[in-house]
């Protein structure tokens, strides 16, 4: 075992559930360890995922304990996945990085159905909009966001262009991200985009109550090739995430039709953003920061 180990959650899991199958039996630690042959300390670190399970380790409990053949192999596969994930994880260097690489699918994606929760969509963001939300000085993270612009808007005028369908809530409006100037040129911005016809923009209103998907923002990517799966597209300040099983993808697709049921129409959208445009002008004219 190596000296800096540090359990990952799937390690933990594995050792609640050893535990689990010994105290369902009612065995101590001593009485468990040595009907399978281990110390009580071996057993025990295994149980508090102090140490690594290995597969074999874990079919001899299975057998010792009588756990049913499907439940014990599960509990292997999970041993061996928290395996390679140890293994992949031992150099510095990130193997692939989603959100260095998302840029790339937007290009070669035929449509893109995504739902923001505090933001304008990135893809619908002028600079200075980005410029304002990244404050911190975050030259990587601007960088790709302008990458992602530029997919986009450099397929808009194209004989195919990448159709996006987004929605998001009232409250996207109402943040006055960089003050009112800012957040009103963003505003006019968002109306011209959405009157192109490879274009859907809706909004979810305030009075909308609970609406499907609520704090959980995600993108949509679907491409023309049949090989090529949806891939739905999970980011947070922390890391992004690709997910490409089809049935999750799936449940993506269903959440946002569902998102597009409790929005208004694109018609009456378009008015609510022209009267928060019409507001910031307001403001920006009386000299208001808020």
């Known amino acids: 075992m190596p000296k800096d180990f540090r359990a990952t959650t799937l390690e933990r899991a594995i050792g609640r559930q050893l535990a689990g199958w010994r105290n369902e039996r009612g065995l101590s630690l001593a009485e468990a360890g040595q009907r399978v042959g281990f110390s009580s300390a071996k057993l025990s670190t295994m149980e508090n995922a102090v140490q690594p399970s290995s597969p074999v380790d874990v079919m001899a409990l299975g057998y010792v304990y009588k756990v049913p053949t499907p439940e014990w192999q599960a509990v292997v596969l999970r041993v061996q996945s928290a395996e390679r994930t140890r293994v992949c994880s031992t150099g510095n260097d990130v193997v692939f990085d989603p959100a260095a690489d998302f840029a790339n699918l937007v290009f070669e994606a035929t449509l893109m159905r995504v739902f923001t929760l505090d933001l304008v969509p990135t893809v619908f963001q002028l600079p200075g909009y980005t410029n304002a939300v990244l404050q911190l000085d975050d030259p990587v993270r601007t960088a790709r966001l302008a990458m992602v612009r530029e997919a986009w808007s450099s397929r808009l005028n194209d004989k195919d262009p990448l159709t996006v369908q987004a929605v998001f809530p009232e409250a996207v409006l109402q943040n006055i991200v960089g003050g009112p100037r800012v957040m009103k040129a963003q505003l006019l911005h968002l109306m011209e985009v959405s009157e192109h016809p490879a274009v859907s923009v809706r ?88």
Do not use: W
């Not at 979810?204 to 491409?223: D, R």
């Not at 609510?272 to 403001?283: D, G, K, P, V």
């Open 203 to 290: 909004v979810v209103p305030c009075n909308a109550g609970v609406y499907p998907a609520m704090g959980s923002p995600f993108t949509l990517l679907e491409f023309p090739h049949r090989q090529h799966n949806d891939v739905a597209y999970l980011e947070t300040f922390l890391k992004a995430e690709y997910v490409e099983e089809p049935e999750l993808t799936a449940q993506c697709a269903q959440r946002f039709a569902s998102l597009q049921d409790a929005a208004l129409g694109t018609g009456e959208s378009l008015e609510l953003i022209a009267e928060a445009a019409a507001h910031r002008e307001h403001q920006r004219r009386a000299g208001s920061d808020c």
